[in-house]
């Protein structure tokens, strides 16, 4: 498998995982009398983003993956405001922009990606390391931060929930 065919699909399968999650999320939260839409405004820390911003930021990096991919840009989202249907439709929408991907054309791996940082700093990377270095924790980083949010805020969820991927890989043992 290509690194663009492994990220894509990783992206793809963990955005499925972060749709369940909030499924279950919200699940818990208005069975204990919570808005619907207020769930995406809870935190970990005071300090830390809510939960709509670790969704769109999980989402953002697979849009700016297809976007990179295809040479376009995209403009970040904003999840001020979001419902949780904005939510769904924003992984959704990230789902649809990697199944867009054409993982034959391998050429994008050698452009090299220069990312903004705060404080006028900027990151140089290959396209390979671009997406090994950059996307694939930042995606995950926003994926566990999204899964530990619902969990403080009581959402039975566990480690099941979070690898549920890899359930089309589990066998039952022979007898």
């Not at 749709?19 to 279950?24: R, S």
């Not at 990697?98 to 220069?114: E, F, N, Q, S, Y």
């Not at 931060?145 to 043992?173: E, N, Q, S, W």
Request: with cysteine; hydrophobic share 50%; proline share 5%.
């Amino acid at each position: 498998m290509t690194p663009i065919e492994r990220t894509r699909n990783t992206f793809t399968t963990r955005l499925g995982v972060l749709d369940a999650l909030l499924k279950k999320g919200l699940a818990h939260w208005t069975a204990q009398g919570g808005e619907a839409d207020a769930l995406l405004g809870l935190r970990l820390a005071d300090d830390m983003y809510p939960l709509a911003h670790q969704v769109a930021f999980a989402c953002e990096q697979a849009r700016q993956l297809a976007a990179f991919w295809i040479g376009e840009e995209l403009a970040p989202l904003d999840p001020a405001g979001w419902t949780l249907a904005d939510a769904h439709a924003a992984i959704a929408d990230a789902q649809a922009r990697l199944a867009g991907i054409d993982v034959a054309d391998l050429a994008p791996l050698a452009r090299t990606k220069h990312r903004t940082l705060q404080g006028g700093m900027y990151l140089e990377l290959s396209g390979e390391d671009y997406l090994a270095d950059w996307m694939m924790p930042n995606f995950h980083f926003h994926l566990v931060t999204a899964y530990a949010i619902l969990r403080h805020h009581g959402t039975v969820i566990g480690k099941a929930d979070y690898m549920a991927h890899l359930m089309p890989f589990v066998r039952a043992p022979k007898r």
